[in-house]
């Protein structure tokens, strides 16, 4: 079940240093290669050996390849990014391959690089790919507790009905997925998604915090990780709706921005 492998979802980043089994890498291949996402944005991705691009981060140990994907700076492509490369992580999850989405701690030069990335594209995160140590590093370990990676804002905080006034209560239908995008990893652990229900529409926020970066805005690409928690949890349950950008205009706190809406078909 998808909601099993998101409440198993950890960043990793101590590997046991071998290389993806044949099956798996040609698995994982195929599977970035038939990624779509609900909002037409197509993302390329790749898996690349470190060795023989000189790719490496500080805070990763033992990692002999990487995903990474780059997009055109289209309308939205933010979002979509999240969302179509927390999906290839779920995917690397259920064949017991450890990941996390790594922005700033990278050698980018290298990774442009590989990735061939021309005008007019970024490449806002890659992440390591292979199969988790049995122990953790101590600056693993370290980072981890910095950053309180196994905690998660209150669903109340972060999800309401009619207005940001009046939490959701969790008899609601959308309670469960938005449930599951609450446990979505985001950068820093900012946990930037809101959401606001209104009757069969869910419409989706960014907490601003972080000012934009030349790959755009993370805290966007955390709102798209986000989403694809909640659009998978809802798939298991058998609803079906698309996605629209049409700002219902609800009175939202300081540095609150609208980003997108569900609509239940």
Wanted: glycine share 8%; hydrophobic share 40%; net charge neutral.
């Amino acid at each position: 079940m998808v909601t099993d492998l998101i409440r198993q979802r950890r960043s990793v980043r101590t590997f046991d240093g071998k290389a993806l089994t044949a099956e798996d890498r040609s698995a994982l291949e195929a599977y970035v290669a038939s990624l779509t996402n609900p909002f037409s944005v197509p993302i390329c991705f790749r898996l690349l050996d470190a060795k023989a691009y000189g790719l490496s981060s500080p805070v990763i140990v033992g990692a002999e390849s990487y995903l990474a994907a780059k997009v055109e700076r289209v309308p939205h492509f933010e979002i979509a990014y999240g969302y179509s490369f927390e999906k290839a992580c779920l995917y690397a999850l259920s064949r017991g391959i450890g990941t996390v989405m790594l922005a700033a701690s990278l050698s980018r030069a290298a990774f442009e690089k590989a990735m061939d990335v021309k005008d007019g594209e970024v490449m806002p995160v890659a992440s390591p790919v292979g199969y988790p140590a049995e122990k953790k590093s101590i600056r693993e370990s370290l980072m981890r507790k910095g950053l309180k990676a196994d905690d998660r804002k209150p669903f109340e905080h972060l999800f309401f009905e009619g207005g940001f006034d009046r939490p959701l209560s969790r008899t609601n239908p959308f309670a469960k997925a938005l449930e599951m995008a609450r446990w979505a990893p985001s950068a820093a652990n900012g946990q930037p998604w809101r959401a606001v229900v209104d009757g069969g529409s869910v419409h989706f926020y960014e907490t601003k915090s972080m000012k934009d970066s030349p790959l755009g805005d993370i805290q966007k690409v955390d709102v798209g990780i986000a989403l694809a928690h909640f659009d998978m949890a809802l798939e298991e349950e058998g609803v079906k709706g698309a996605y629209s950008f049409s700002d219902p205009d609800i009175p939202t706190p300081e540095n609150t921005h609208y980003i997108v809406t569900f609509g239940r078909a």
